[in-house]
């Protein structure tokens, strides 16, 4: 009897272990360090009229590493990979500068492949400061290549 129960649990063991192999994590292909350039642009508006244009471009080199048990994070941010297809929760965005408080929300959606990937963050919002207010709204590319 306990043979025969030793070895129940010896192949249960086995069995369970077993079902791992050889399975790999699809994120490992997009871990390490990748260049990236990030170009984009807000844009302030009152009353309907734009009235302020903010550039961005950045360069450099950005770490993406595993988040959680199916996330990747890049520059901060926590993606979901879905095939070759990246997505992210919408992030808020609450900042001030040069006595303008912006508030609005940015979504990413992106693409991966094994040497790019692509992703592209939309942001609206408003703005407040110096006795006024409007809408903003603007977008910016990421690439980053190995």
Same mark, same amino acid.
């Not at 040069?98 to 940015?106: E, F, R, Y």
């Given at each position: 009897? =306990? ?17 791992? =192999? ?27 009229? @734009? ?9 450099? #080199?950005?770490?993406?590493? =595993? ?28 900042? #001030? ?28 919002? #408003?703005?407040? $400061?110096?006795?006024?207010? $409007?809408?903003?709204?603007?977008? @910016? ?6």
């Amino acid at each position: 009897m =306990k043979k025969l129960t030793l070895f129940s649990i010896l192949a249960i063991a086995l069995l369970v272990c077993g079902c791992n =192999k050889g399975e790999t994590d699809p994120r490992d292909a997009y871990t390490g360090t990748w260049q990236l350039t990030n170009i984009g642009s807000i844009t302030g508006y009152y009353n309907g009229e @734009a009235i302020f244009t903010q550039p961005h471009n950045q360069t450099g #080199s950005v770490v993406i590493s =595993k988040s959680g048990q199916s996330g990747l994070n890049i520059s901060g941010t926590t993606f979901f990979l879905n095939d070759n297809r990246l997505t992210a929760d919408p992030e808020s965005i609450n900042t #001030s500068g040069d006595g303008i408080q912006m508030v609005g929300t940015a979504v990413y959606s992106g693409q991966a492949s094994d040497n790019l990937i692509v992703i592209t963050t939309t942001i609206t919002g #408003s703005w407040s $400061g110096q006795g006024a207010s $409007g809408n903003m709204s603007g977008s @910016a590319t990421w690439t980053l290549t190995r």
